[in-house]
Every structure is written in structure tokens, then in C-alpha cells.
């Protein structure tokens, strides 16, 4: 199995936005649509923000969104808070792996 | 609503047990499915392996011939076996559990707060 693959680390100024790629291939991401996107903060159990793509569970700030454009998929946070800092992963269920983690940085 | 339990240590070439209690909902839904995934120190997440409520897994390529997945309907839980294990299993292991009528299996919305297992003689 391959791991997904993302950027080691994204920073952003507070109220700004930043995107997280997440690429697979076009055996996995791009020819299905279940992405998930999972925020873990030091010490504690991620939690899952975005699945199939562009849902978002209860009580997710609609401040998260997804979306895919063919073989990679996308986490964008809007108006960045210092809360957003941790480490964010995707996960393709297709290759039932995640994807490598960022590290987000609010500067 | 869900708990990891098991020993904290285990020795090299041992088999790692542990256990999920799930509160507050039925493990016997159909609607859900159940999964474990571990973390390295220091490292990033790796999915173990995801069991449907009537026991069908699924289970990560490279652990699979050391994995056994388990459901104990009657006591809220399920169940993980790593056999033969060596200090690269040393790991956070948490159990969850999928959104209502997942379709992917692998959107993880309720975890446990997770345990570490440290593998060492």
C-alpha cells in the first residue's frame, strides 16, 4: 500500500486561508470519492473533519471544506485561528492508508 | 463513548490484546462500522484493520497475517490481536468508529482517547 501524500508543513497568518493537498492516483482518489481529512491536536485522538470529499460531520466548523480535482484531494480552512494548529491527515478508504500529515502553523 | 483497555507492555515475539467498550450506542448496529488504527511516536496514523457489525474485516496488507479482529456483542466490545510483535509495534493504538452508514469504511467520527502499548523485554 502507498501512503497519500501531503506537504510536511503549511503556515498561515490568523483570518487567512490555507489549503492542504492530498495526492494519490487515479486508482484511488481520483476514481473515488471517499477522502477523509482528520485534525490531531499533541496528545490527543484526531478528529475526522471532512469525508467523502466535501461532508462534514456534526458540529465541524464550516470553516473546513473538501473537494478533489483528479488525482489529489483538498482541505482548505478559512479565516485561520490559532486553534487550527496540529497536524492534519487525509485517508483514502480504497487504499485504507493516510496520508503522510501536515503540520499546520499559525504564525 | 468508546475506551481502549489492555496491558500497557508486552514483550517481543508476545501477542498485544486489546479491548474497545462502546457506550452509548449498540455495537451490533448495522448502521456502523469499527476499526483500529495505531501511531507511532512521533510518527503519523496507520490504519490496523476495520471490522463490520456482523464480524467481516478488513484489515491493513502488511499486519494482516497478524491481525485478529474480534466483536463481543453481549459485553459492548470488540476486540485486537497483533501476534509476535517486536518494538515497531510500539504504538498509540486507538479504537473508533465510522459515520452513520459510512460508504467508505474509513471515516473514523468517534475515537477512543487511545492507549499506548510499548513493546520492550
Known amino acids: 500500500q502507498s501512503a497519500l501524500t501531503q506537504p510536511a508543513s503549511v503556515s498561515g497568518s490568523p483570518g487567512q486561508s490555507i489549503t492542504i493537498s492530498c495526492t494519490g492516483t487515479s486508482s484511488d482518489v481520483g476514481n473515488y470519492n471517499f477522502v477523509s481529512w482528520y485534525q490531531q491536536h499533541p496528545g490527543k485522538a484526531p478528529k475526522l473533519l471532512i469525508y467523502d470529499v466535501n461532508n462534514r460531520p456534526s458540529g465541524v466548523s464550516h470553516r473546513f471544506s473538501g473537494s478533489k480535482s483528479g488525482n489529489t484531494a483538498s482541505l482548505t480552512i478559512s479565516v485561520l485561528q490559532a486553534e487550527d494548529e496540529a497536524d492534519y491527515y487525509c485517508s483514502s478508504n480504497t487504499l485504507d492508508v493516510f496520508g503522510t500529515g501536515t503540520k499546520v502553523t499559525v504564525l | 463513548q468508546l475506551q481502549e483497555s489492555g496491558p500497557g507492555l508486552v514483550k517481543p515475539s508476545e501477542t498485544l490484546s486489546l479491548t474497545c467498550t462502546v457506550s452509548g450506542g449498540s455495537i451490533s448496529s448495522s448502521s456502523y462500522y469499527w476499526g483500529w488504527i495505531r501511531q507511532p511516536p512521533g510518527k503519523g496514523l496507520e490504519w490496523i484493520g476495520t471490522m463490520s457489525y456482523s464480524g467481516t474485516n478488513y484489515k491493513n496488507v502488511s499486519l494482516k497475517s497478524r491481525v485478529t479482529i474480534s466483536v463481543h456483542t453481549s459485553k459492548m466490545q470488540f476486540s485486537l490481536q497483533l501476534t509476535s510483535v517486536t518494538a515497531a509495534d510500539t504504538a498509540v493504538y486507538y479504537c473508533?468508529?465510522?459515520?452513520?452508514?459510512?460508504?467508505?469504511?474509513?471515516?473514523?467520527?468517534?475515537w477512543g482517547q487511545g492507549m499506548m502499548v510499548t513493546v520492550s523485554s
Open positions: 473508533a468508529r465510522t459515520v452513520e452508514y459510512s460508504m467508505s469504511r474509513s471515516d473514523f467520527e468517534i
